[in-house]
């Protein structure tokens, strides 16, 4: 069953502005992690917050965590045309008999930046 | 050159046959994941292996088969108990020690089936 919903589904905007994500899931959670996927491609992992943090920032994008809501956002600050792909959201439960690596995926959010 | 390969990318059956999708890792990870999608959906996990001849069922396993013989390979077998299975599948492996388990991923295996 997936654990992720993330809003909005879709989302256009023009190049330079910022892009803002949002993912809400249920269950305690060791890490949530960020992916990007082109379309027809695979998904390429973006970033990693763990249950510990609250914020953290690479290059042009930052993510928040807010344990107590059960949710995280993921911000792309000036945007470009290529940041144009959909983005997921993946939570690692906490350790679980045999789970091992498991990731639970979110339906995505489609991101359409017009140069 | 480090990575994950599907092969291969496009792939037509026709109803009622087998077919096999090959999944090749050499980054050394004791973990490899099936997932499908489907159009404009997110991933849904069908098995996953954590170690060499052993794996678990997914969320949708029914109707698919894998093997885990070797470390760097798992191929999944989508059988004709499939009912519906036309759709994009994604490999990707993880390593299993320390916390993180990030997943990398394939280029995926377009199926058609008619």
């Known amino acids: 069953s997936q654990q992720g919903e993330e809003d909005p589904q879709a989302l256009s905007i023009q190049e330079g502005e910022n892009a803002t994500m949002n993912c809400s899931y249920k269950?305690?959670?060791?890490?949530l992690q960020w992916y990007r996927q082109n379309s027809g491609r695979g998904l390429v992992h973006l970033i990693l917050i763990r249950s510990n943090e609250r914020e953290k920032h690479s290059g042009r994008l930052r993510v928040t965590l807010d344990t107590s809501k059960k949710s995280s956002s993921l911000l792309i600050t000036a945007s470009r045309a290529a940041d144009t792909a959909s983005y997921f959201c993946a939570t690692k439960l906490i350790s679980v008999y045999n789970q091992g690596g498991k990731l639970i995926f979110g339906q995505g959010t489609e991101l359409s930046v017009k140069p | 050159d480090g990575g994950i390969t599907q092969s291969p990318k496009y792939l037509f059956r026709k109803e009622g046959q087998n077919v096999t999708l090959s999944c090749e890792q050499n980054l050394n990870h004791d973990a490899m994941y099936w997932y499908r999608q489907d159009p404009g959906q997110g991933l849904r996990l069908i098995y996953y292996s954590q170690i060499v001849n052993d794996f678990q069922k997914g969320d949708i396993a029914e109707g698919y088969s894998v093997s885990r013989e070797k470390k760097e390979s798992f191929p999944l077998t989508v059988t004709s108990a499939q009912k519906n299975p036309t759709a994009f599948y994604l490999c990707a492996s993880s390593a299993t020690s320390g916390s993180s388990y990030e997943q990398y991923f394939g280029p995926g295996t377009r199926l058609t089936v008619t």
């Open positions: 269950t305690s959670i060791n890490n």
